[in-house]
Nanobody
Framework: QVQLVESGGGLVQAGGSLRLSCAAS????????MGWFRQAPGKRREFVAA????????YYADSVKGRFSISRDNAKNTVYLHMNSLKPGDTAVYYC???????????????WGQGTQVTVSS
């Protein structure tokens, strides 16, 4: 089991940037595909981005392509989500998660962080 803790959320104006971090403990991060998901109030949790264990492949939701970038530093057991050109529609609680397969479905991810709030004002 791996424990995940997100940080870096906050309030930002539209067009601004944030970097989210996900610190892992209790297991070796390179064993896991790492993903970022988000959930707005009253809405279903949705896929944002994911990266393979060795960092060789990454995937993004269409809504964030060209604006968000996922990266990982396995030596530091940390995953990042760089968010640029933020829009009010990006407002949500952001979660990092780990799985053993590169998929986009939340149910495939077994380990989850507690989430960090991102609010984008217009």
């Amino acid at each position: 089991q791996v424990q995940l803790v997100e940080s870096g959320g906050g309030l930002v104006q539209a067009g601004g940037s944030l970097r989210l971090s996900c610190a892992a403990s209790g297991d070796t991060l390179s064993r896991y595909v790492m993903g970022w998901f988000r959930q707005a109030p009253g809405k279903r949790r949705e896929f944002v981005a994911a990266m393979s264990g060795n960092g060789g492949r990454s995937y993004y939701a269409d809504s964030v392509k060209g604006r968000f970038s996922i990266s990982r530093d396995n030596a530091k057991n940390t995953v990042y989500l760089h968010m640029n050109s933020l829009k009010p529609g990006d407002t949500a609680v952001y979660y990092c998660a780990g799985s053993f397969n590169l998929t986009r479905t939340p149910s495939a991810f077994r380990s989850w962080g507690q989430g960090t709030q991102v609010t984008v004002s217009s």
